[in-house]
């Protein structure tokens, strides 16, 4: 994909400059680091150009232009440690204590108007947490796997899902190639006539929940019957995983095959992430993957670490949790 906007180095100096007035720890406090950031706006002190580029994406999302961007260059932390693969959460805790990728993350999201959200059991419940191969993980359809993504949505089995996704990347191997694929929900409802897009919309559907949630908690096994079709185009849906319920109709599995049809027959947009770029998602209104095209390095590619946040649409898509927020802190829900 073509980048929306690259930093020059001036830019990204300015923005780097301005996050690291940031002084608290997101991962201790989340509620007075994501201040600390709202205080860089009050303030006046957040470059414009980059208030700017925040506003152009908040539009193409409203208009529907675009509900995928690329930011390119933008600012992560000066030193970007290697983490242990059995525990690289535990050890992230360790090594990593400058929080520029946090805070330029925090402040995507304040300036786009999209709060963020987070989970009590998926990495401790942290607002920021990291697309990075665990050894326990190798081979899973999880966020801490080393291998390929089907087409899906994440958390695709919860009852709260996030509206966009971000991913920052950290460290991304400079020659081995792993493409981030995106179709949007308008491109995949193109493909589906209006019986089809029905049955879609009732609830046949089951999606088990993944292993690294099922491990966090072990009532998790699998979703309520769902529909796969919500709202205009949003669809809630993993490939593979995602099928009929026990008490569905025939007509369910049909539409199911129609739509793996579709995901195969949509026009897709791929983007290979490099480290300082930001691709950010709509959750819902699309589907991603993640291809690995040409690994000639095993190993480098599977210390490939993208930071990521999952963020609701706007405050009115968050307030509809109002109730379940965990501890009092705004987008922290329970698993
Ligand atoms: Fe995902």
């Known amino acids: 994909m073509k980048p929306l906007h690259e930093l020059s180095d001036d830019e990204y100096d300015d923005l780097f400059d301005c996050l690291s007035g940031v002084d608290k720890d997101p991962y201790v406090d989340y509620l007075a680091f994501s201040a600390a950031v709202r205080d860089l706006i009050d303030r006046d002190e957040v470059p414009k150009f980059f208030v700017q580029v925040c ?18 260059n933008c600012p992560i932390d000066r030193e970007i440690p290697l983490f242990d693969q059995d525990d690289p959460v535990t050890d992230k805790y ?42 326990q993980y190798n081979g899973t ?31 991304c191997p400079e ?12 491109e995949l409802l193109k493909h589906l006539n209006p019986a089809q897009q029905a049955t879609l919309r009732e609830p046949y559907f089951v999606t088990p929940f993944d292993r690294y949630s099922r491990d966090s908690n072990r009532g998790q096994v699998q979703s309520e019957a769902h529909a796969i079709l919500e709202n205009d185009h949003s ?47 709509a959750n819902q209104d699309g589907l991603h993957s993640r291809d690995m095209v040409e ?13 990521k946040t999952y963020a609701f649409r706007d405050d009115r898509a968050a307030a509809v949790h109002d109730a379940v927020w965990l501890d009092g802190v705004r987008g922290r829900v329970g698993d």
């Open 55 to 72: 506003s152009k994406i908040s539009d193409e999302r409203v208009s529907g232009e675009s509900d995928a961007h690329v930011l390119r």
């Open 94 to 135: 360790n090594k990593k204590k400058t929080f520029i990728g946090e805070a330029f993350l925090e402040l995507f999201g304040q300036l786009t108007g999209a709060p963020l959200l987070a989970y009590s059991t998926r990495n401790n419940g942290d607002f920021f947490h990291d697309v990075y191969a665990a050894n």
């Open 141 to 171: 359809q999880t966020q801490k796997t080393d291998s390929e993504l089907y087409f899906h949505n994440d958390r695709t089995a919860h009852p709260v899902r996030a509206d966009f996704l971000a991913l920052l990347g950290m460290r």
């Open 175 to 186: 020659f081995d190639l792993v493409f981030t694929g995106y179709i949007d929900g308008r």
């Open 235 to 281: 669809f809630r849906y993993y490939d593979t995983r995602t099928t009929t319920a026990p008490e569905a109709p025939d007509g369910a599995k049909d539409a199911l095959i129609v739509l793996k049809d579709t995901i195969v027959r949509s026009a897709k947009q791929r983007h290979r992430i490099l480290t300082k770029d930001l691709l950010v998602l």
């Open 295 to 307: 690994i000639n390095d095993p190993q480098g590619t599977r210390q490939r670490w993208l930071l």
